[in-house]
């Protein structure tokens, strides 16, 4: 689904709330909610944001949505009100989360429920040490791209993964809000050093090591260090 506008998501998260109705997180939900007049005039809206509301534009079924633009690697609509949603959706199990008191079994459990949801998935055992941010934290994880993390690897603090590129031009920048995304992939027991940051489309092999404040800009090799900015081969890591 695509809204080709850029109309705050708060206003259908506040204004449901008000009306004591849960804002929808279904795709198919909000497209009913913002194709039916009635139910927006229900919502008891400001009558510029209603209009505003009822005007926006939702592709065919057909057309990809702005997410699996998003996640392949094209331009996207950043201000997508599926995607907002679901950033919004983030927020709240990421405040979940960093509330927790984890001094017991059962919190624990709650804890992983709640980081299963919020990243799709997480190993056995797992212990995400609080407080934790996709968005803006001290490990920044920006995943509009897919970020795929193997087994055993360390971060230390302050990482930095980007996966989003805003657009060179500053006209496109300012008049359409266009962004580009693209996957990063770190392998096998890596180890990203505090303060590196990871940009786009780079993939860290198998046991490669990335130096404190490095900035990676290209692919990192299995078993190999590289450390700088931009991050340069050091040496090769003995087994």
């Known amino acids: 689904m695509v809204v080709s506008s850029s109309v705050d998501i708060s206003f259908i998260v506040k204004a449901a709330e008000t009306?004591?109705?849960?804002?929808?997180?279904?795709?198919?939900?909000?497209?009913?909610?913002?194709s039916n007049p009635e139910a927006l005039k229900s919502m008891n809206l400001d009558p510029t944001i209603q209009s505003a509301l009822a005007s926006l534009s939702i592709t065919k079924s057909g057309d990809k949505s702005e997410e699996e633009k998003m996640l392949c690697g094209e331009m996207y609509d950043a201000m997508d009100v599926s995607l907002m949603m679901k950033k919004m959706q983030c927020a709240s199990l990421q405040e979940q989360y960093n509330s927790l008191f984890q001094i017991d079994l059962e919190t624990l459990k709650k804890g992983a429920t709640i980081m299963k949801d919020m990243l799709g998935g997480i190993g056995e055992g797992c212990l995400v040490s609080r407080p934790f941010k996709c968005d803006n934290s001290d490990c920044v994880f920006l995943d509009c791209g897919k970020i795929t993390i193997g087994n055993n690897v360390l971060f230390g603090p302050g990482v930095h993964i980007y996966t989003v590129?805003?657009?060179?031009?500053?006209?496109m920048r300012r008049n359409f809000g266009k962004q580009t995304a693209k996957p990063v992939k770190i392998g096998n027991d890596a180890w990203i050093c505090g303060r590196a940051v990871i940009v786009p489309g780079v993939t860290i092999g198998d046991g490669a090591v990335v130096a404190a404040g490095s900035v990676v800009t290209e692919d990192v090799g299995a078993g190999t260090m590289v450390a700088g900015n931009p991050a340069k081969f050091v040496k090769i890591i003995a087994n």
């Open 165 to 171: 590129n805003h657009l060179i031009d500053a006209e």
């Open 19 to 34: 009306a004591g109705i849960s804002p929808p997180s279904d795709p198919a939900q909000l497209n009913a909610l913002l």
